[in-house]
């Protein structure tokens, strides 16, 4: 039988390439999203946009009924567990969805503070058969949050101090995650994804810096990284998760490198030099 799964931010870095997957695995993919016009342009004619909106109940009849997985990202914007991603999860379940591979984060199960926890949690209560894949800091963050920085200042600014990171290529992750949603035995495991080394900031600046061919310096200040996201017109509660986040490393907790990633792919993880020799187009 066909596999008919419903994947969220779908237009996003993981989302886009787990679809992408997918399709290649012969899979339904309908991509839930706020803008189907718009967003089939980018996702390809072979996709099923639905519309659907975590703040809007009145998708998620549609969204849901047609399909017997989903994909679930979190997006950034909404921290608000309970009142903004939690009836939609409900929705979910009242559909019969069979399985919930979760986009949660490197550690979710020990920081109550990040929102990936309090859904973890949500889910397991709710009592769906669930994969947790907690995933390391995503590489390209680099050349989407952090792209202007590093493109136009030769900027590095985040507030995660000393501490090294196993960062993690998405592409790396969609693969995961598409084994995850199409083959069985894998419901209630979770997996700590991470790549295959931990860097500080300072040594991915100097990659980026050898790379490039132009002088890319790390700044760890945190005064700084709140009065340039403000003014980039980030709302709050988004800013103090990606400070948690960074404190995770700053404080040594996000070096911690896994053998998930590898034994799951049965191929090493792609490493941070190989990312931004791929990517390098983006920072010039």
Same mark, same amino acid.
């Given at each position: 039988?066909?596999?008919?799964?419903?994947?969220?931010g779908?237009?996003?870095?993981?989302g886009?390439e787990?679809v992408?997957?997918?399709?290649?695995? %012969?899979?339904?993919?309908?991509?839930?999203?706020?803008?189907?016009?718009?967003?089939?342009?980018?996702?390809? !004619?072979d996709?099923e946009?639905?519309?659907?909106?975590?703040?809007?109940?009145?998708?998620?009849t549609e969204?849901?009924? &047609?399909? %017997?997985? /989903?994909?679930?990202?979190?997006?950034?914007?909404?921290?608000?567990?309970r009142?903004? +991603?939690?009836?939609? /999860?409900?929705?979910?379940?009242?559909?019969?969805?069979?399985? +919930?591979?979760?986009?949660?984060?490197?550690?979710?199960?020990r920081?109550?503070?990040?929102?990936?926890?309090?859904?973890?949690?949500?889910?397991?209560? /709710?009592?769906?058969?669930?994969?947790?894949?907690r995933c390391?800091?995503?590489?390209?963050?680099? #050349?989407t949050?952090?792209c &202007?920085d590093?493109?136009?200042r030769?900027?590095?600014?985040?507030?995660?101090?000393?501490?090294?990171?196993?960062?993690?290529?998405?592409?790396?992750?969609?693969?995961?995650?598409?084994?995850? /949603?199409?083959e069985?035995?894998?419901?209630?495991?979770?997996?700590?994804?991470t790549?295959?080394?931990?860097?500080?900031?300072?040594?991915?600046?100097?990659?980026?810096? *050898?790379?490039?061919?132009?002088q890319?310096?790390? #700044?760890?200040? @945190?005064?700084?990284?709140?009065?340039q996201?403000? !003014? !980039?017109?980030?709302?709050?509660?988004?800013i103090?998760?990606?400070?948690? +986040?960074?404190?995770?490393?700053?404080?040594? @907790?996000?070096?911690?490198?896994? !053998?998930?990633?590898?034994?799951?792919?049965?191929? *090493?993880?792609?490493?941070?030099r190989?990312?931004? &020799?791929?990517?390098a &187009?983006?920072? @010039?």
């Amino acid at each position: 039988m066909m596999q008919k799964i419903l994947v969220t931010g779908a237009t996003g870095n993981v989302g886009q390439e787990v679809v992408r997957l997918l399709l290649l695995q %012969n899979c339904h993919v309908y991509a839930a999203v706020r803008n189907p016009p718009s967003d089939k342009q980018i996702l390809g !004619s072979d996709v099923e946009c639905i519309p659907f909106d975590f703040t809007n109940p009145d998708t998620f009849t549609e969204a849901f009924k &047609e399909v %017997n997985k /989903l994909f679930l990202v979190r997006p950034p914007a909404l921290a608000n567990v309970r009142q903004q +991603i939690a009836p939609a /999860l409900n929705a979910a379940k009242l559909a019969g969805i069979e399985h +919930i591979v979760f986009l949660s984060l490197l550690g979710a199960e020990r920081n109550s503070f990040v929102p990936h926890s309090k859904i973890e949690r949500y889910i397991e209560q /709710l009592g769906v058969p669930a994969t947790f894949l907690r995933c390391s800091f995503f590489m390209q963050n680099l #050349n989407t949050t952090h792209c &202007e920085d590093i493109k136009t200042r030769g900027e590095l600014l985040m507030p995660a101090g000393n501490g090294k990171t196993s960062f993690i290529d998405v592409r790396d992750i969609a693969a995961v995650a598409v084994r995850t /949603l199409i083959e069985d035995g894998h419901q209630s495991r979770a997996y700590a994804l991470t790549g295959k080394e931990a860097l500080t900031y300072y040594e991915v600046a100097n990659i980026l810096t *050898s790379v490039l061919g132009k002088q890319i310096h790390y #700044n760890p200040s @945190l005064l700084k990284f709140v009065q340039q996201t403000r !003014s !980039s017109g980030l709302p709050m509660d988004f800013i103090l998760v990606m400070i948690a +986040i960074y404190t995770t490393a700053r404080l040594g @907790l996000a070096g911690t490198i896994t !053998s998930d990633t590898e034994q799951l792919l049965n191929r *090493s993880p792609m490493t941070i030099r190989q990312y931004v &020799e791929d990517y390098a &187009e983006f920072w @010039l």
